[in-house]
């Protein structure tokens, strides 16, 4: 069974960084694309950024030039750096793991806020 386990999230004022973590379970990790996505309130949800198993990243405009993602094979995890956060990147940050027809899987979200 897939698990996937975020944390990080939190409050921070515009200008600010934050780290949120996933860690996976249930999967052959390093086999894995990871990525995050983000859904504001009443918005859909976006892509944010995500990594191959052969550590290529792609980002969403957004956030190029501000945010990171990264993985640790050896730890089953992904992370993703925020920088200079802005109110606009408010919203539940989900962690995705996906492998072809294997398996497409959620966690269930951490909460970033940035208050204007």
């Known amino acids: 069974q897939v698990q996937l386990v975020e944390s990080g999230g939190g409050l921070v004022q515009p200008g600010g960084s934050l780290r949120l973590s996933c860690v996976a379970s249930?999967?052959?990790?390093?086999?894995?694309?990871m990525g995050w996505y983000r859904q504001g309130a009443g918005k859909e949800r976006e892509l944010v950024a995500s990594?191959?198993?052969?550590?290529?990243?792609n980002y969403g405009d957004s956030v190029k030039g501000r945010f990171t993602i990264s993985r640790d094979n050896a730890k089953n995890t992904v992370y993703l750096q925020m920088n200079n956060l802005k109110p606009e990147d408010t919203a539940g940050y989900f962690c995705?793991?996906?492998?072809?027809?294997?398996?497409?899987?959620w966690g269930q979200g951490t909460q970033v806020t940035v208050p204007s």
């Open positions: 990594i191959t198993s052969g550590s290529q990243t």
């Open positions: 995705n793991a996906k492998r072809g027809a294997l398996y497409d899987a």
């Open positions: 249930g999967i052959i990790f390093r086999f894995t694309t």
